[in-house]
């Protein structure tokens, strides 16, 4: 465990797996979704290591929790969730997640949540699973109508350091063939970005961190073409090996550390690989990477 403990634990989706048996029964109908994932819920909040980061409420050096979602926990493998066969089940699925890990945005309908952990930060948490549909739709959307207005008026508030947490990458040189990156709904993104360098402009800032992709980066966006004032930081998966389907793999063990000073972020990735292991400080007033 870090020392001290730290502040908060953003979970970032893929918290638990289904095995690909589950997934194809839940495919075929034969058992709901329900049945496979509640008990790889909770054996992730009962696992010893889990409650020792995390504590107990009430406790003085409690480590407060708040998590998104993203197919694993939703349900299968690379799914849009507003699409058959999963409009099915995904009110159970949402509200199994909500059960298990809602953390610090208490009693809520929707993955997607808010709050401001520290003055002048606002925490925002997407949800990238339960709206998406597929990207060559002709009403292709990510997120849906009322997450994206949502989203829009959370850049929008008051807070100079906004925290973007989702499931998917943004996609740009994430992973080679990315199929998941909020670059494949180019509409949406182009919106999202417009947001980011008007706020940007006014002198606040953002950071988006994300998971999925089983490696940990750092990828500062205002150095491609899009020109977009946006640095993301990548970190996945704590408990995933290097080759999934080999148990002999190593495991990598991925997780990243933010330290949020008054000047600058302090941004830590550590793993059981070479390739994982970065770090980066960002100056908040000139939002320059070293």
Known sequence: MERPRPDWLLLLGDNVYLRKRHERAVYGGKVSARSVLTPEYARLVTDPSFRALVGTPGMETETRLLATWDDHDFGGDDVNGAEEPHLGYRDDTRALFLEYLSGAGGARREVYCSLSPAPGVRL???????????????????????????LLNELARPEPLKIVCSGSCLGPSAKKKYQQGWDRYPAWLQVFREAVMRHHQAGKRHLFLAGDIHRNKILDHAGTAAGFPLLEVISSGACRRRKNWNPFSPALQNYGVLDVGETSIEIRLTGNLKRDRRVASVRLDSWTVA
């Not at 997407?126 to 959307?141: E, G, L, M």
Request: charged share 25%.
């Open 124 to 150: 925002i948490m997407t949800d990238v699973r339960y709206y998406r549909t597929d990207p060559d739709a002709s009403d292709a959307t990510l997120l849906g109508p009322a997450q994206e207005a949502w």
